[in-house]
């Protein structure tokens, strides 16, 4: 089974915090993907990545960044964070570009 | 762009009965996936469901099966016999031919009643 995994469930930053979300995969998978999930708009793709230190803009990637070292581990950064980035954040990974992509259990970040 | 629309924010359901959950997308694409997702109460989101656009016949698996209208870009999920188990946030969800970006639509929160 694909196991996803991220580095907190929940989290409580301060308004200018620099934020690092992890996760990782344990399956070699090459794409792997950050969405923020907020209620009456489903998810919306932060950044994906398709391969080890290459990433790609999704919908909404203002005041965030990403890191891909290593291919098993894909962080989000918030840079500052802001009261407008609280929001329940999606990890997922997919082997292939068209496969069905395995999602994390979340971290709900608060940001005071 | 591609947008998905899920127009039953909430939905209930009595145990062992069926029911639908309608998701419309709009793409002028022409080859494309479809998915629907689950999410229950502990948050791990979970595929249910995949349909290739380029495929006729419609997808399904166990209790769970689609109804894909490619003409009227309509991709409904229909749940035979509901289980408590069922109760979840249930997401429809788009991706071009390409792959990797998935569109999702607001979702659709499913409560199962003993």
């Known amino acids: 089974d694909v196991k996803v995994t991220q580095s907190s469930r929940y989290l409580v930053k301060r308004t200018g915090e620099k934020v690092f979300l992890e996760c990782v995969q344990d399956m070699d998978h090459e794409n792997m993907f950050w969405y923020r999930q907020d209620p009456g708009l489903g998810l919306r793709l932060i950044y994906f990545s398709y391969d080890v230190k290459m990433k790609e803009k999704g919908d909404i990637p203002e005041g965030y960044s990403v890191s891909r070292e290593k291919k098993e581990r894909f962080s989000l950064i918030l840079e500052s964070a802001s009261t407008n980035q609280t929001s329940m954040y999606l990890c997922?990974?997919?082997?292939?570009?068209?496969?069905?992509?395995?999602f994390g259990p979340g971290t709900r970040l608060t940001v005071l | 762009a591609q947008t998905v629309t899920q127009s039953q924010p909430e939905m209930s359901v009595q145990e062992a009965e069926t029911v639908t959950l309608s998701c419309t997308y709009d793409?002028?694409?022409?080859?494309?996936?479809l998915f629907w997702y689950k999410q229950p109460p502990s948050r791990q989101m979970i595929l249910v469901i995949r349909q290739e656009a380029y495929k006729q016949q419609n997808a399904t698996e166990n209790r769970f099966s689609v109804n894909f209208q490619k003409a009227a870009k309509s991709f409904s999920l229909k749940i035979s016999d509901s289980q408590l188990g069922d109760t979840a946030m249930y997401f429809c969800a788009f991706m071009k031919h390409e792959g990797n970006k998935l569109v999702f639509g607001a979702g659709t929160i499913l409560r199962v009643k003993s």
């Open positions: 793409t002028s694409e022409n080859n494309y996936y």
């Open positions: 997922a990974s997919s082997l292939l570009r068209t496969d069905t992509q395995y």
